[in-house]
């Protein structure tokens, strides 16, 4: 279980093929120094964990962020999955966004994304009979989702909305053969292995931090209460990922494998 911190200077950032991070409302001085910093990085796209702004019934939050976001966005594509602030009038996020549905898909390569939605805890048979057929169907090597309420959790608030939608999701994506997922709503970085599914928790983007317990996971997880963010880099038959503070300081001992296929 990480604990310390194992700091390098801010300096030159290197090139990542794709970051993610999320929960980026509130504290909007954070998210402009994260997103300044993921820029660059020069990623050709970018996954996002949810939670983008505060209120989303209120014009100006979302101006902010479209003032924050907007040399991201136009030089990477920008992936985000739906979060619990964002939905009180999501038809304004999905207008923002430019998504027509509130789960989709694109392939980059070997890699294939899935945009999902968690609002319902996966009960939706709609959403499911869609993702086992597009994911059954895909023949990329690595295939990740993105939603933002996470299945495994160690912030004792919220263990149980991990235990809810644990048993919907986390059964279909091993079927499914799925690498990894990306997940919010638990503000902070969190990283776990689980019946070989790689679930990355980059929650860290401006909400209040959450006061999480390490003796809630399993011996091996890595955990940092910080504003970060999260790059990725192919590396033949690898994806190796390594975690940012939001100046830019790598947490050298944050270093993972997301995943792997000989």
């Known amino acids: 279980m990480a604990s310390g911190c194992s700091r390098k200077p801010p300096g030159l950032l290197p090139t990542f093929d794709f970051v993610a991070y999320g929960d980026c409302r509130h504290n909007t001085k954070v998210h402009r120094e994260i997103v300044g910093n993921i820029v660059r990085t020069a990623p050709r796209f970018v996954l996002v964990t949810g939670d983008l702004v505060d209120q989303p019934d209120q014009p100006e939050d979302w101006a902010e962020f479209r003032d924050i976001a907007k040399e991201l966005r136009s030089k990477s594509e920008y992936l985000c999955a739906v979060g619990d602030h964002d939905w009180e009038k999501s038809d304004v996020f999905f207008r923002e966004l430019k998504m027509e549905k509130p789960y989709f898909d694109r392939r980059f390569g070997d890699v294939h994304v899935f945009i999902l939605d968690s609002r319902q805890m996966f009960k939706d048979p709609e959403q499911v009979k869609w993702l086992e057929e597009t994911a059954l169907a895909s023949k ?105 503070e939001k100046d830019g300081t790598e947490a050298e001992d944050l270093r993972f494998t997301l995943c792997e296929h000989p």
């Not at 690498?179 to 209040?208: I, K, L, M």
Request: proline content about 7%; glycine content about 10%.
């Open 140 to 244: 990329a090597k690595h295939k990740v989702a993105v939603f933002h309420h996470p299945p495994f959790m160690i912030y004792p608030k919220r263990m149980i909305q991990a235990d809810d939608i644990r048993p919907q999701i986390h059964p279909l994506l091993i079927r499914l053969r799925f690498c990894a997922a990306f997940c919010g709503h638990q503000h902070g970085f969190y990283s776990t292995v689980r019946d070989g599914v790689r679930y990355v928790v980059t929650a860290g983007g401006g909400a209040p931090l959450a006061h999480v317990d390490p003796s809630l996971g399993l011996k091996g997880d890595l955990s940092r209460r910080f504003y970060h963010f999260c790059g990725f880099t192919f590396a033949g038959t690898k994806i190796e990922a390594r975690v940012f």
